[in-house]
């Protein structure tokens, strides 16, 4: 609850911080002066409601989502021992971090994967790859479950979306601002919006989007350092390391689908400029933040 009220309060606080700017800087007056039409309270709202309702309403279908993707089959009830271990550790895990009990899942993929999702804390969705169950120790898989379960308990699903709907209220606003000024200072045009607002406003909102996706990203990676952390508290750190360890063994194969990578253990690697678009930080730093014994190791 307290989550989706900051949720709010962050969304109303955005609305009133983008009005407020404008008006300082005087672009309403500009706009107003040119003849312009364009009602900055209705585009505050039009903003606020789909970039933050989209990015809720994606997070609202995130376990339904994330099942279709992958096929993945909740256990319920377990069918063999190795299923009844892996329920009853996430039980013991999500007890510990102080969760309500997840749905448990498996999906059948060669990688060594894992992932959590959901909207809240004690309605997640826990699911691991076969690929994981059949190339790791019990040991390390634990604390695999363990980083997922720390997922949920850090509301990082929730909190993710948060900041992601934060960065489409301004990639929307803030586009049809910026084709709103070309189309009446450049183009002049004095009634209505001629075809350069549409062209510009869209290729504002790619060039926007792509530079707001920088943010989400870099909270994606530093939220998995967290995670890891998470992983060592609840399933011990040689364990979480030694997961790592084994995961860096395993970056060939295929990932998880793109609209879900975030969520995994692991994800695609790069470097240069791909690394600032990267979900997941480098298995290595990953490692070494747990040697080191602290959350650090994303610039």
């Known amino acids: 609850m307290k ?4 949720f709010v ?5 955005v609305l009133v911080v983008l009005s407020v700017v404008l008006r300082l800087l005087g672009v309403d007056r500009l706009l107003n002066a040119q003849g312009t039409g364009l009602d ?22 995130s376990k339904w989502t994330a099942k279709r993707m992958t096929g993945a089959r909740v256990i319920d009830p377990p069918r063999t021992p190795a299923e009844a271990w892996l329920v009853d550790t996430v039980r013991r ?5 102080g969760i309500g009990m997840p749905e448990v899942a498996i999906y059948d993929a060669p990688d060594m994967n894992a992932f959590a999702t959901g909207m809240r804390r004690d309605d997640a969705l826990v699911a691991v790859s076969t690929g994981l169950l059949l190339g790791m120790q019990r040991d390390e898989i634990e604390a695999v479950l363990g980083h ?26 803030l586009s049809r601002v910026i084709g709103d000024l ?13 075809p350069a607002y549409w062209i ?10 792509i530079l707001a996706s920088l943010i989400v990203f870099w909270f994606s990676r530093r939220r998995e350092f967290r995670a890891d952390a998470g992983g060592a508290r609840l399933a011990g750190r040689a364990n979480m390391i030694a997961a790592l360890e084994r995961l860096r063994g395993g970056l060939e194969h295929e990932h998880l689908p793109d609209r879900i990578a975030a969520f995994g253990i692991s994800g695609r690697v790069g470097g240069g400029i791909a690394r600032w678009f990267m979900t997941h930080p480098p298995i290595e730093e990953r490692i070494a933040a747990l040697q080191a014994g602290g959350l650090s190791g994303e610039s």
């Not at 989550?3 to 900051?6: A, G, V």
């Not at 903003?47 to 279908?61: H, K, Q, R, T």
């Not at 070309?182 to 001629?194: A, L, Q, S």
């Not at 406003?201 to 989007?209: D, Q, S």
């Open 3 to 6: 989550r989706i009220f900051l």
């Open 182 to 194: 070309v189309d009446r200072t450049v183009f002049r045009v004095e009634r209505g919006h001629g």
């Open 93 to 97: 895990l999500a007890r510990e971090a």
């Open 200 to 209: 510009t406003a869209i290729a504002a909102e790619l060039v926007l989007g």
């Open 148 to 173: 997922e379960i720390s997922h949920v308990a850090n509301g990082d699903m929730v909190t993710l979306a948060l900041i992601q709907g934060v960065v489409n209220t301004f990639v929307i606003f």
């Open 40 to 61: 900055y309270q209705a585009l505050l709202v039009f903003a606020g409601v789909f970039g933050m309702g989209g990015a809720f309403i994606s997070l609202a279908m």
């Open 9 to 13: 309060l962050t969304n109303i606080a």
